[in-house]
Structures are given as C-alpha cells and as structure tokens.
C-alpha cells in the first residue's frame, strides 16, 4: 500500500519524470509529436572516400540502422513519401513529420548541395522541420551560418557524432577527427544558437568503465540540448567484428544487467539541462555479430531505466555539480580537447575555418 502522504516530485525539467525525456521536451517547445523520416541523400564521409582515411568507422554499417525504403538511388522526395506511408503503418496517430538526414555525414558537400537537398525536404507539406547528422570535422563558419540561417524558418536540430571523449578511441575506431574538433564544432554552433545533439557510444574497445562513467562530467559542460546514448554492437562484416574476434577482452560488452547498473550510475552525474532521446542502440538481430539482450524493445528499456531510477530513489542530475569558471566548466573541456590531434589532409569537399 503506498503512503497517504506520498510527495509528488517535481523535477528540473518541469514534470515528474525522473530523466530530461526527448520526447516531453519536444511536445512542450513545439506542442506535438512528430515522427523522423529518415533519408539516405548519398553522402559519405572523411574517413570514408579517402581524404582522412577509408574504410569508414570500424563499428559502421548502415544498413543496420537505415530502413529499407533509405537509398540514395530514390529522390529525398520519394524517400520522404514512403517513410511517412511506412510510419502511418506503424504510428497511426502520427501527423507531421521531421526529414531526418542520417546515413553517414549530411554537411559533407557543397553549400549549393546542401540547399538543394534540405529545401526538397522542406517543400514536402507534411514536413515541420530537418533533423541533420554530422560529423564535427563536416561543418565550417559557412555551412553553420546556412544552418543558422535555415533555422529561422523551420524546426532544425543538429546532430554531432562524437561517440567518444577520449583521442585514444577516436583513433582506434578510424574517427580520424580528435575531440577538439568536436569541442570547437559545438562552441561554434552554440554561438549560432542551432539547436545541438550529440551522439556517444559506451563499451568502445580499450575504455574502462571508469573512463565511460567519466564521460558524464565531460559531456556536462558541453553546450548541448540532446543526447543519444547506444550501448555498442558489434555489427557482422565490419573491422570491429575482425578486432572483437582477436581481442574480445578490450571490450566492455555490456550485459543488460550491467548497463542498467551503469546507465543509472552515469544519469546521477548527468547534467539536468541536457535532454535525454536515447539510452540504447537497437540494430536488428540479423545484423549483430552476438547478441546479449534478447529482444527488449526500446519502450520495455525506458520502463526498465524508470523502474530502477524509482527503486533507488534516484534521477537525472542528482549527483551533477556546475563547474564554476574557477573549477573548470568550459575550460575542462579545452583541456581535454588539448589532447594530440590527428593531422588533418586536404579534403575532396573543402571546408573553411571554423569563427
């Protein structure tokens, strides 16, 4: 029986929710939800096409994560007009809808490219806004200043593939870009006022849990709105399988068990600010190399997640401290990002300074 008196908790972000939901926030800065279309417009990627590197990321296929209507042979018009057929299936009280550029990096092109690209998106009538993934080496001061410029007139949210804190990593999984870069791509898109997310994965090869848990502070200080969090996977027929199958004891793969303990552990230190879309990763089981979940849904994970935040009598933020300029703040962050960079080559698409 519970407690006559029980105390009904409202929390930093407004309601009684014990973590910063994507999807509260979004309904109450734009008054509904809207479902992300997502579009394969043939980009590629630094590391990708030679001018950082190939091969691309060693945990990357995009197949695992693109639906079957994406494919770059399709116009951003046809593909937006089946995902919204696809969605209607699937999530019938969905009306309006975000084109939701993700394969690969979606500002590695030409200004002209990019325009034409976003603006097929936005005549489409059902579409309220643009949702953009990227990588922090893909942007400079012209391409931000044409995001800036394009978010006066939509909804527009700009996601950074960071996916780790720590250079070491970043080389290790062929990133070819270093974490100042990312620093330097979100100061300078936060003093645009674009709308930032980030995306990180935990369980990279070579990271301690100490050194993930770490993570939360780091991401604190970022000027960031959202954030995506996958647990990693490693996806059949990419480098990483190659390197798991050699040296599986430079993984932290996580047990559901264990990432639960973890993921309530590392929301105590998260900054309340931030808002929360992901916590896990979901590719489907044919293209996962192993398989350590079973079958949870992303919905039974977020109860789970809420279940344990309420058992422990704990929330987002509860352990966060804001850094003062004396204790670090920003400066933590240029600190860190001071870390040995990558040298960086002339690249097919140049892209200028970052102001």
């Not at 096409?49 to 995009?62: E, V």
């Not at 599986?248 to 068990?257: A, G, H």
């Not at 105590?268 to 896990?280: D, S, W």
């Not at 933590?332 to 002339?346: C, G, V, Y």
Request: glycine share 8%.
């Amino acid at each position: 029986m519970e407690p006559k008196n029980r105390k009904t908790i409202v929390y930093p972000w407004g309601n009684e929710r014990r973590f910063n939901a994507f999807s509260d926030y979004f309904r109450k800065v734009y008054g509904a939800r809207m479902q992300k279309v997502s579009i394969d417009a043939g980009f590629t990627c630094p590391n990708r096409d030679g001018s950082k590197g190939t091969g691309g990321c060693t945990y990357c296929d995009n197949k695992a994560f693109n639906p079957s209507y994406c494919t770059p042979s399709k116009s951003v018009t046809r593909q937006i007009e089946e995902g919204i057929e696809f969605h209607r299936k699937r999530y019938r009280r969905a009306k309006s809808y975000l084109a939701y550029f993700q394969a690969y990096s979606n500002t590695y092109a030409s200004l002209d490219t990019l325009s034409d690209l976003f603006n097929e998106a936005l005549r489409h009538k059902d579409i309220k806004g643009l949702v953009i993934g990227t990588r922090p080496d893909c942007v400079d001061s012209e391409i931000l200043d044409f995001l800036k410029d394009l978010s006066g007139r939509t909804i527009l949210l700009l996601e950074y593939g960071i996916e780790s804190c720590y250079d070491k990593t970043l080389i290790r999984i062929n990133r070819r870009n270093t974490f100042k870069e990312a620093v330097d791509a979100l100061e300078a898109s936060r003093s645009r006022g674009l709308n930032i997310g980030a995306h990180f994965i935990f369980g990279l090869p070579g990271e301690t849990r100490e050194e993930m848990l770490k993570e939360a502070e780091i991401i604190s200080e970022m000027p960031l709105k959202s954030v995506k969090f996958h647990q990693l996977q490693i996806i059949k027929g990419t480098k990483m399988e190659e390197e798991y199958s050699r040296n599986p004891s430079d993984f932290e793969i996580f047990t559901w068990d264990d990432y639960l303990d973890f993921i309530i552990k590392f929301l105590g230190k998260l900054n309340p600010a931030i808002v929360i879309e992901r916590f896990t990763g979901e590719a489907p089981p044919r293209y996962l190399s192993r398989e350590v979940w079973g079958k949870k849904r992303t919905d039974q994970i977020v109860g789970l997640i809420e279940k344990r935040l309420e058992e422990l009598d704990t929330w987002q933020g509860k352990y966060y401290k804001r850094k003062s300029p004396l204790e670090g703040g920003r400066g933590m962050l240029k600190e860190i990002a001071s870390l040995a960079s990558l040298d960086r080559n002339n690249g097919r698409i140049k892209l200028g300074p970052i102001l």
